[in-house]
């Protein structure tokens, strides 16, 4: 039998979820001809096609489908047992991608993500930035950071909270000058608001008391936009009031630039969660990042 050569498995597996040799190979940042030569190889020592592919069209066999499972497993456990040596000898390092949601970069992992590469230093970081729902594998995301209120579309992925974030009202001190003063939701109707999505159409604001007690008001936004630092320099410059996770806008509510609006309603929770793809293995870096968020990320969506 000839030899195995666990590179034909690892370029397998990567043309499979990148979803063709092209984007693989722009993923891995090595030549398209090394990956197909390994495909081929790994074809000829099966004695079976794995891919069919044109020039206009890329399909995984059945037998390719049925063979991505076992070579994604050994690319796996490959991974784990780098991953238990390199901890044994307290020797990390390598690279883990992140994506996570822009408000989340901005106000809860600069920190972390700094003194996590800090602590070490010999491992890499990529961060991916964005608001919209991504395919993990088709991606090449290790973990992802995602807010919501309800359940993850992706029941295949392994999912975890992290944290619970309140959201709140909040508006400049020096706001509104000469309007009525805000005690119950009802009052919200007479005043300006700033609201997060630029592309949701109905806006509502679900509150809730401390007491239980829900009000389902509708808002017509002076400002709408999908970055929360924005809406939070409106609302301090005294443009309105805006609903933002808690969390944001501590600072500002230390610094008297923010007053809560409203302090006891909030403005809805929602769950931060971390979404991984669903594997036997994980590299180190990877390991460690998804404890340090784990352990650190409670305290910095924490409102004190």
């Known amino acids: ?115 996590f590469m800090q602590e070490h230093p010999d491992v890499t970081v990529h961060q991916q930035v964005t608001n919209q729902n991504i395919d993990l594998i088709a991606a090449g995301v290790d973990m992802s950071i995602r807010g919501h209120t309800g359940p993850l579309p992706d029941s295949t992925s392994i999912q975890r909270t992290l944290a619970v974030v309140e959201w709140g009202l909040f508006t400049s001190a020096g706001y509104p000058p000469g309007r009525e003063p805000i005690t119950t939701p009802a009052d919200l109707a007479n005043h300006a608001t700033l609201a997060l999505g630029w592309q949701t159409p109905n806006d509502h604001w679900k509150l809730q008391h401390t007491s239980g007690a829900r009000e389902d008001l509708q808002v017509k936004p002076r400002f709408k936009s999908d970055d929360m630092a924005t809406l939070k320099q409106a609302a301090s410059a005294g443009l309105g009031i805006v609903a933002l996770p808690a969390y944001t806008c501590r600072n500002e509510l230390a610094s008297g630039q923010l007053l809560r609006v409203l302090p006891q309603w909030h403005a809805g929770m929602a769950n931060l969660s971390l979404v991984m793809p669903r594997r036997s293995g994980f590299t180190a870096p990877v390991l460690a990042l998804k404890e340090c968020l784990q352990a650190a990320l409670p305290a910095a969506v924490a409102l004190a």
């Open 1 to 115: 039998m000839a030899s195995i050569d666990l590179n034909d498995y690892y370029y397998f597996v990567n043309v499979v979820e990148k979803g063709g040799f092209t984007r693989a190979a722009e993923a891995l940042g090595i030549p398209k001809s090394r990956i197909s030569r390994h495909i081929a190889q790994l074809e000829e020592r099966l004695d079976a096609t794995l891919i069919q592919r044109t020039t206009r069209q890329f399909k995984v066999t059945e037998l390719g489908e049925v063979f991505y499972q076992h070579a994604r497993a050994a690319v796996d456990h490959v991974a784990l047992a780098e991953t238990g040596l390199k901890r044994k000898k307290n020797a990390l390092s390598g690279t883990v991608t992140l994506s996570c949601s822009v408000g989340v970069a901005q106000f809860a992992l600069q920190e972390l993500l700094t003194g």
